[in-house]
């Protein structure tokens, strides 16, 4: 139950943060609000015990049904509208990895915009894959006909913020062509390179190699050579990078939660 993990490790680092100033206090000799921390600790200590006994899961959303469990629906996808299809398949196969990719025309008119359909598909040689439609118009996104000039691409994957959220609302929205999302909504790129976010958590530069149509479908993979990850100076591969996600159609959300489980290999 991911959020009663939640619940106790807030708990637990309000018992640390209490200990903390109850220690403070006996050193400056300000004795005065000890026992108001005490009682406060103490209760704390004591709500830890009673979430992790399981007497309050009343309080927490029950656990989903496995299928064996309840009675099996099928769906059928062919049959669904394509908004009721997109809900499903988004909520289901969720949370993914949104990044704001970053390109540029042979003109220098840079362009950026949130992806969700993309992956790393490859470690050796280090491949991605992002899946790009084209608009009731026919006419393909601005992030494929870029990489078709310049054949450069930058992966901007944001920290958790509200600030972070408003970015990917503002650079969903379709604007005039041949305007600069850049320089519509103030965003301040790397120095040392033009199509990376200052604000950006991690970025992964990236060159287009192929296109793939999908078929029977208004969008084609675009297959992009990674070559470099630009990380933040203390980042090193074994911590998990808390960035920004999406689940569902609209809700942005962190990833990793508190829940984890290690296993022995990489899947």
């Avoid at 970053?102 to 003109?107: C, N």
Wanted: net charge negative; charged share 25%; with cysteine.
């Amino acid at each position: 139950m991911e959020g009663k993990a939640h619940v106790i490790s807030f708990l637990k680092k309000c018992i640390d943060y209490a200990n903390a100033s109850i220690e403070r206090k006996q050193k400056r000799g300000d004795v005065e609000d000890i026992a108001k921390w005490e009682a406060y600790r103490d209760f704390t200590a004591h709500a830890v015990m009673e979430v992790e006994a399981g007497e309050l899961d009343r309080w927490f959303p029950s656990q989903q049904k496995a299928l064996g469990e309840s009675e099996v629906s099928s769906l059928s996808l062919d049959a669904l509208t394509h908004d009721t299809r997109s809900a499903w398949l988004t909520n289901l196969a969720s949370p993914r990895p949104l990044a704001l990719i970053a390109t540029s025309s042979d003109e220098g008119v840079r362009n950026i915009a949130p992806y969700t359909s993309l992956s790393v598909v490859s470690n050796s040689p280090p491949m991605a894959v992002v899946s790009l439609s084209a608009d009731r118009n026919d006419r393909w996104r601005d992030t494929l006909l870029n990489m078709r000039q310049t054949k450069k691409a930058v992966l901007n994957f944001l920290p958790v913020s509200s600030h972070a959220a408003t970015v990917v609302e503002q650079t969903a929205k379709p604007i005039a062509h041949g305007t600069s999302e850049w320089e519509a909504f103030g965003l301040e790129p790397l120095e040392t390179n033009e199509l990376v976010m200052n604000d950006a958590a991690f970025a992964i530069v990236g060159e287009l190699v192929e296109e793939v149509d999908l078929p029977d479908a208004k969008a084609k993979l675009a297959i992009l050579r990674l070559s470099d990850i630009l990380i933040p100076g203390g980042l090193d591969d074994a911590q998990p990078a808390h960035i920004l996600c999406q689940h569902g159609l609209n809700r942005l959300m962190a990833t990793p939660t508190e829940w984890h489980y290690n296993i022995d290999r990489s899947v």
